[in-house]
């Protein structure tokens, strides 16, 4: 296990390349220089995005709570 995220509606590259990033920045690879996550489309194709876990300070303020 560990985090993982569901979008909502047609997601762009920008979109599944975001939400990678947010989930990088909970895993265990939090503190590497990239980590590679695996998400699956809602027709079942599976593909592999490595990306650069975000960084505390690249949250934007509004989104914390």
Known sequence: G????????SPTTQDI??????????????DSEQVTLEYR??????????VSPMHSDEIPSDWLI
């Not at 390349?17 to 939090?30: D, S, V, W």
């Not at 489309?41 to 490595?50: I, Q």
């Open 2 to 9: 560990g985090p993982f995220a569901l979008l909502d509606g």
């Open 17 to 30: 390349e975001l939400a990678a990033r947010i989930i990088g920045r909970y895993g265990q690879g939090r």
């Open 41 to 50: 489309t809602l027709e079942g194709e599976v593909s592999e995005l490595s």
